[in-house]
């Protein structure tokens, strides 16, 4: 995980989020919580297809 990003964040409604882990994340809509990905600033770490070092999507046989 990129230094810059935390750990864990607290979401609007108090929800504490991890973001890149949605299968332990709060907020993932799965855990009992109403899902806050859509306030969440790093809701793509939970994408495996989204390159957060190339700031692209990483998708197989696509040009960029």
Do not use: H, S
Not at 30 to 49: S, V
């Amino acid at each position: 995980m990129d230094k810059d990003i935390p750990k864990k964040v607290i979401d609007v409604t108090g929800v504490e989020l991890t973001p890149g882990v949605p299968d332990v994340c709060l907020g993932n809509g799965e855990q009992g919580f109403e899902c806050c990905c859509d306030e969440c600033n790093y809701f793509l770490l939970c994408f495996p297809e989204f390159d957060i070092k190339g700031k692209q999507e990483n998708v197989p046989g696509a040009r960029f």
